[in-house]
């Protein structure tokens, strides 16, 4: 039993959501053999990820105890890092750039959605156990403020919000060359890249409509530090519109993978500021959270003109 628990990058996407099982208590699968039976014995209690691991990892406790506890620690403590707001309906968290929001294939542990699991009793499931709770989304490169839904009701009327634009969202953006006009909207349609299918891209026929709104904070020459308003939430919106209006992100390395003189792994973009009505008590409701720290280097350094 020693060797049952590995990492779980070699499991297959056909047993994925046994993947996300084990990843949400940080135990890992050694092989597809042992993930398939998981996954068979587990699908009862699917949306139920936290009892029915505990459930299944029954047989080999004495080996799962000492992992689980360590995960559960870790997890707590990020997601308590994390966390802005927390009532009986709603979180509020900052996610770090670089963190992924729920699991996918490559990122079964370490991801929001694990943590919020650990530090949540329950959370919606709209989403199915692959993404409980999340209302929107984050790229995996784009730090901000998100908002995690803990039940349906909740999920439902900031869904609602979002589609009907009562919720309003703001992000930060350090793009390559200098802007002229102080404000702007952009309204393209956004579609999947045809040769790149991790791409997106505005397209002239058939795609989804998408608009932004824009406003310069600051002009550098080659550098401009623009606030960015989503009036649609599409896949890399901001990050698509601005590379369409010729001004993509530093650091971006899907629309502008050219080497900067800055240290930012991904692309310079934070959600800055979310506001919306509670779903339970109707209060309108406006959080905040500063930039990270490698974007404050970079304004820092446009400041004092060293670029």
């Not at 936290?50 to 799962?64: I, R, Y």
């Not at 409509?209 to 406003?215: L, P, Q, S």
């Not at 080659?222 to 530093?250: A, K, N, S």
Request: include cysteine.
């Amino acid at each position: 039993m020693k060797n049952v628990f590995k990492k779980i990058d070699a499991v297959k996407t056909g047993i994925f959501a046994a993947g996300v099982l084990f990843g949400t208590a940080g135990i890992k699968v050694l092989t597809s053999k042992d993930a398939k039976k998981v996954y068979a014995n587990c699908t009862a209690a699917v949306l139920r990820a936290k009892d029915c691991v505990m459930d299944t990892v029954t047989a080999v406790q004495e080996n799962a105890e000492d992992i689980y506890s360590e995960a559960q620690q870790i997890n707590e403590e990020r997601a308590a890092e994390e966390d802005i707001f927390e009532d009986e309906d709603v979180v509020v968290v900052n996610k770090s750039r670089g963190m992924v929001v729920h699991p996918a294939p490559g990122h079964y542990t370490g991801t929001l959605v694990n943590a919020l699991l650990h530090h949540c009793q329950n959370l919606s499931g709209i989403n199915n156990v692959i993404r409980p709770g999340i209302v929107h989304r984050l790229d995996k490169d784009t730090s901000g403020i998100m908002i995690v839904a803990k039940n349906d009701a909740a999920h439902i009327s900031l869904s609602e919000q979002i589609q009907n634009k009562t919720a309003k969202r703001s992000y930060i953006a350090i793009v390559r060359g200098n802007i002229k006009e102080d404000t702007g909207t952009i309204s393209a349609k956004i579609a999947r890249d045809k040769n790149d299918r991790k791409k997106m891209t505005v397209v002239q026929e058939g795609g989804r409509t998408a608009v932004t709104d824009y406003e310069v904070l600051e002009r550098f020459g080659r550098f401009t530090i623009v606030r960015c308003r989503l009036r649609t939430g599409r896949t890399h919106q901001i990050r698509v519109h601005m590379d369409y209006l010729g001004y993509p992100l530093v650091g971006d390395p899907k629309y502008s993978p050219m080497k900067v003189p800055f240290a930012i792994h991904g692309q310079a973009l934070h959600s800055q500021e979310l506001e919306f009505t509670h779903p339970r008590t109707g209060e309108r409701l406006r959080f905040e959270a500063g930039l990270p720290e490698d974007m404050q280097k970079i304004i820092t350094r446009l400041r004092n003109g060293q670029f």
